[in-house]
C-alpha cells in the first residue's frame, strides 16, 4: 500500500487547486473575488477600467495586481513633481494593496498604511492609452 500525503497549506482551500504562488496563498481562482467587485467600482474611463481587471483577472501573485484607489483612500498627499503625462504625488494608501485572500474571513488581507506613488491623468483616452503603454 502506498500512502501519499499532501501539504494542505500549499492548496487553495476555495477551488482546491495548487496555489500560483504559496507565500502569498495566491490562487488562479481569486480572479473571481475580483470579478464580483467590478461593478463596485469605476475610474469612469472604460479602457482604464478594463486594462485594470485584465490585469486582475490573469494575476499569478498579488504583485501582478492593479487596482483602482478612490482618492478619499489617499491621505498625506504630496507633490512630487509634473510630467508630461501628468502630475506625480505620494501618498499613504490608507487600506493598502492586496496582501493575500483569507478563506476563512473571506476577504482581502491587506498591507494597511502604504506609501505610494500615483499620477492624475487627464481623462482623456488618447492619455489613458498613452500612460498605460508605459505600464
Avoid at 87 to 109: Q, T
Avoid at 120 to 133: G, P, V, Y
Amino acid at each position: 500500500m502506498v500512502v501519499m500525503t499532501l501539504n494542505l497549506r500549499n492548496f487553495c482551500l476555495d477551488c482546491v487547486e495548487y496555489y500560483t504562488d504559496i507565500n502569498s496563498k495566491w490562487c488562479k481562482c481569486n480572479s473571481q473575488q475580483f470579478q464580483q467587485d467590478f461593478s463596485n467600482w469605476t475610474s469612469k474611463n472604460g479602457f482604464v477600467d478594463r486594462f485594470i481587471q485584465e490585469t486582475q483577472l490573469n494575476a499569478k501573485h498579488n504583485s501582478e495586481v492593479l487596482e483602482w484607489i478612490p482618492y478619499n483612500r489617499l491621505k498625506n498627499i504630496k507633490y512630487l513633481i509634473k510630467e508630461e503625462s501628468g502630475i506625480v504625488n505620494r501618498a499613504i494608501w490608507s487600506n493598502g494593496p492586496i496582501k493575500e485572500w483569507s478563506n476563512n474571513e473571506r476577504k482581502w488581507i491587506r498591507y494597511n498604511n502604504e506609501i505610494v506613488a500615483f499620477k492624475n491623468l487627464d481623462n482623456s483616452l488618447n492619455s489613458s492609452k498613452e500612460f498605460l503603454n508605459k505600464v
